[in-house]
C-alpha cells in the first residue's frame, strides 16, 4: 500500500506509481557515519568493515522501525502519536527506560536553557 | 495395598487355603498356584482373577463375592463355604488380592525372556485392563514360577524370590522415569496393571540383569514412546554367548533387529497371537535366557565413553543399572542408528522421542544457535563445509572407535558436525562439555530445523508463483512462526505499517461512549454535593447504553 511518506524523495526509488505493489527503497548508508564512532566507542577497530556497519544499521532501522509500528497500534486508540507510547513500549527494559527519561528531562532542561538564554541576550539587547 | 506386604509370605501358603473355597472351580486361584492347568485356565482367570481382584480389594466383606467369583455355576458351594472361611476369605482375599499383584510381577519376569511369546501377555497387562492380562500371564508365571527356580536368581528377569518384596513398593514407584526401567521394562510392565509402560517399579525387580531380552521386550511393549533401545540391543543379543538359548533366542532377536519400525510392528502383531498358548512356552526359554544372561554379566566393563560394539553388546546386558542403562541404551541406539545407516530421520525422530520429555526447553533454546549457524552458512557460503568437515577427523579421536569410522560417512548426510556443536557450546560457554548423545540429538534437531524452515519457504516461493527459493521466503516464514528476526538479510524493502482495522461500527459507538463519559463527568462535576452524585452515574450508566443500542436500530 502507499504510504504518503513525508520524505518520498529519499525513500522512493521506484516512481511512486498508482500501482500499490511499489516498496519504498530503503537508502542505505543513512546511519554510515555516526555508527562508525559508536561501534569504536564501544570497542570495534575505529575504520570498521562497512558490511559490518550495513548489517548494524539494518539492525538498528529494523528495531527502530518494529518499535514504530508497534507504538502506532497502542496510539491509534487515542488516535495521536506520543512519546509515552514508546515509553511505554520499553517499559520492561529499564536500563533503557531510565535511559530514555534521562535524555528526555536534559532536552527539557536544554530547552528550558536555550529559552533563558535568549531572554537574556534579548534584555542585554535592549539593555544596550 | 497395605495387605499385599504383609501378605506375600503368606500368600504361597494361602493358595492351599482358596482351593478349599472354590473346589469346582480352581482355575482362578489354583492356576496360579498350581500352575497346572495354565493353557486352560486362561480362559477362565481372566474374569475371575478380575473378579477377585476387584473384589478382594474393598474389604473382607467380599469373601462372599470372592468365593462367588470363580464361577457363576458354582453358586451352591461358595454359599456353603461362605459361613465357614469368614477369616479364611479375608486372608484368602488378601491372598487373592496379593497374588494378582505377585503374579504379574514375576510373570512379567519370565515373559521377558521370550520375546515374541511373552510380549503379548506383557503387552496386554501394560497397555489394557491388567486384570485380565495379568491373569493370563499370571496362569502362565505361575506354571514358570514353578518350573525354574532361583537357579537363576542371578538373571534379573524373573527372580522368584525377590517378588514376594517386590510387589508392594512397585505401584508406588510407577511414577518414575521411564529410561532407567529399560533394563526392567517387564517387571514393571506386569506391575503396570493401571499404569501404562514400564516405570520405576523395575529398580526395585532389580535383579532384571536380563536386561537385553528385557530391552527387546520393552522395544516391543514400550513401542508407543520411548522404546528405542530395542534395535540397540538386537544386536549383542545375537552376539551374546547364548548357546543354549541361541536357537529360541535368534528368532526374537531377528524381529528386534529388524529396526524399531519392525519392533514396533511386531509389538503389535504379537499381542494378540501368544497370549492364550504363550503361556507354556515361555518357560523353556526362559531359563536359557536366563543362563545366558548370567554367564554374560561377568564382563560388563561400565565404561561410558568407550562405545565399541563389543562394549554395546555388554552393556546392554549390564544394564542392571539405571542410569548406565539409560545412558547406554541411548548410545547404543546412537550407535546403532548411525551403524545401521539408518535415516537420520528416524533416529532423530526417535531420539527426540525418547528424549522429548527431558529435552523440550533445550531444543528451544538450541533453535537460536541453529538460526546463528544457518544465518553464518548462508552468509559464508562455502567456507563453512570446509570448516566442519576437516576438523571433524581429528576431533573424533576421544570420541569412541565407532563413532569415527560412522561418523565420516554420516557427516556428508548432515548439516552439521559434532565439530560445530561443540565450537557452538564452547562460544557459550568455554569449559562446558557435551555428551556425545547430546551432540548427536542436537545435530538432528538442527537437520529437522532446517528442514521444516526449508519446506515451509518453498511452499511460501510457491505461492508467490515463482520458482526460486528467495531470503524472503525464509525469512518470512521465520519471523510469523518463530517470532525470529534476522538482520542483514531484509533487502531494500521497508516494511510499510498497517494500520489496524477497525469497523464503523466500532468507531461510532466508541465515539458516543467518549460522549457520554464527558457528559457524565460533567454532571458530576456540577452535581459533587452528596446525594446527586449517585444518581448522574445511574444515568450515565443508563445513557451510553440508551445510545449504543440506537445506533443498531437505525441500522436495521
Known amino acids: 500500500m502507499n504510504n504518503p511518506s513525508a520524505g518520498p524523495s529519499s525513500k522512493t526509488k521506484v516512481g511512486s506509481s498508482q500501482s500499490s505493489e511499489t516498496s519504498f527503497k530503503r537508502k542505505r548508508g543513512v546511519f554510515q557515519k555516526d555508527l562508525q564512532h559508536m561501534m569504536y566507542g564501544f570497542g570495534d577497530d575505529p575504520n570498521p568493515f562497512p558490511e559490518t556497519v550495513a548489517l548494524v544499521e539494518d539492525i538498528v532501522v529494523e528495531y527502530v522501525t518494529d518499535m514504530v509500528h508497534k507504538a502506532q497500534d497502542i496510539a491509534s486508540k487515542r488516535g495521536k502519536l506520543l512519546t509515552e507510547d514508546f515509553l511505554f513500549l520499553i517499559r520492561k527494559d529499564l536500563p533503557k527506560l531510565n535511559r530514555c527519561t534521562e535524555l528526555l528531562s536534559m532536552n527539557e532542561e536544554l530547552k528550558q536553557a536555550r529559552k533563558a538564554f535568549e531572554v537574556d541576550e534579548e534584555k542585554l539587547a535592549s539593555t544596550e | ?556
Open chain 2, 1 to 556: 495395598m497395605e495387605q499385599q506386604t504383609p501378605t506375600p509370605p503368606p500368600s504361597t501358603p494361602q493358595p492351599p487355603e482358596l482351593p478349599q473355597q472354590p473346589p469346582p472351580s480352581p482355575s482362578p486361584p489354583t492356576p496360579t498356584t498350581t500352575a497346572s492347568t495354565a493353557s486352560s485356565s486362561a480362559a477362565l482367570p481372566p474374569p475371575i482373577t478380575a473378579t477377585t481382584s476387584t473384589s478382594s480389594l474393598p474389604s473382607t466383606t467380599t469373601s462372599p463375592p470372592l468365593l462367588s467369583l470363580p464361577s457363576p455355576s458354582q453358586n451352591p458351594q461358595p454359599p456353603t463355604s461362605t459361613p465357614t472361611p469368614n477369616t479364611q476369605t479375608r486372608p484368602a482375599a488378601a491372598a487373592a488380592f496379593n497374588r494378582a499383584w505377585q503374579q504379574p510381577t514375576p510373570i512379567s519376569h519370565f515373559a521377558l525372556p521370550p520375546p515374541p511369546l511373552p510380549l503379548p501377555p506383557h503387552h496386554h497387562s501394560s497397555s489394557s485392563s491388567a486384570s485380565s492380562t495379568a491373569s493370563a500371564s499370571n496362569s502362565s508365571s505361575s506354571s514358570s514360577l514353578l518350573v525354574p527356580p532361583p537357579p537363576r536368581g542371578g538373571m534379573a528377569i524373573g527372580v522368584p524370590a525377590h517378588h514376594p518384596g517386590t510387589p508392594p513398593p512397585p505401584p508406588t514407584s510407577f511414577s518414575s522415569l521411564t529410561p532407567p526401567s529399560f533394563v526392567q521394562p517387564f517387571g514393571g510392565l506386569g506391575r503396570n496393571v493401571t499404569d501404562s509402560g514400564p516405570t520405576s517399579s523395575s529398580s526395585q525387580v532389580r535383579p532384571t540383569v536380563g536386561g537385553m531380552q528385557g530391552i527387546g521386550m520393552m522395544g516391543t511393549l514400550g513401542s508407543s514412546s520411548a522404546m528405542r533401545p530395542p534395535g540397540v540391543p538386537v544386536r549383542p543379543v545375537q552376539s551374546s554367548p547364548r548357546p543354549q538359548s541361541s536357537p529360541s533366542i535368534q528368532s526374537p532377536a531377528t524381529q528386534n533387529f529388524q529396526g524399531h519400525g519392525m519392533l514396533r510392528v511386531s509389538s503389535v502383531g504379537s499381542p494378540g497371537s501368544p497370549s492364550p498358548g504363550s503361556s507354556q512356552s515361555p518357560q523353556p526359554q526362559n531359563q536359557p535366557w536366563l543362563n545366558s544372561g548370567s554367564q554374560v554379566k561377568p564382563p560388563l566393563p561400565p565404561s561410558r565413553p568407550q562405545v565399541s560394539p563389543q562394549s554395546m553388546q555388554q552393556r546392554s546386558h549390564i544394564s542392571q543399572q539405571h542410569h548406565h542403562a539409560m545412558t547406554t541404551t541411548s548410545q547404543q541406539q546412537q550407535a546403532s542408528s548411525s551403524q545401521q545407516s539408518q535415516q537420520p530421520s528416524t533416529s532423530g525422530a526417535g531420539t527426540q522421542e525418547h528424549y522429548g520429555q527431558q529435552l523440550p526447553q533445550s531444543r528451544i533454546q538450541q533453535s537460536l544457535p541453529n538460526q546463528q549457524q544457518i544465518a553464518r552458512n548462508l552468509s559464508l557460503g562455502t567456507q563453512r563445509p570446509s570448516h566442519s568437515t576437516i576438523p571433524s577427523s581429528p576431533v573424533q579421536p576421544g570420541l569412541p572407535n565407532r563413532a569415527p569410522s560412522a561418523e565420516p560417512e554420516e557427516s556428508c548426510n548432515r548439516i552439521l558436525s559434532k565439530r560445530s556443536i561443540q565450537e557452538l557450546v564452547s562460544n557459550v560457554d568455554a569449559s562446558e562439555k557435551l555428551d556425545p548423545e547430546v551432540e548427536d540429538i542436537l545435530v538432528d534437531i538442527a537437520e529437522d530445523f532446517v528442514d521444516s524452515i526449508t519446506t515451509f519457504g518453498c511452499s511460501l516461493a510457491k505461492h508467490r508463483k515463482s520458482a526460486t527459493l528467495e531470503a524472503k521466503d525464509i525469512l518470512l516464514h521465520l519471523e510469523r512462526n518463530w517470532n525470529t528476526t534476522l538482520p542483514g538479510f531484509s533487502g531494500d524493502e521497508i516494511k510499510t505499517y498497517k494500520k489496524p482495522f477497525t469497523s464503523d461500527i466500532h468507531r461510532e459507538r466508541l465515539a458516543v461512549i467518549k460522549k457520554s463519559v464527558l457528559a457524565g463527568e460533567t454532571l458530576n462535576s456540577r452535581s459533587s454535593a452528596g446525594q446527586a452524585g449517585g444518581h448522574p452515574k445511574g444515568h450515565l450508566a443508563k445513557g451510553p447504553t440508551s445510545i449504543v443500542g440506537s445506533p443498531p436500530d437505525k441500522r436495521t
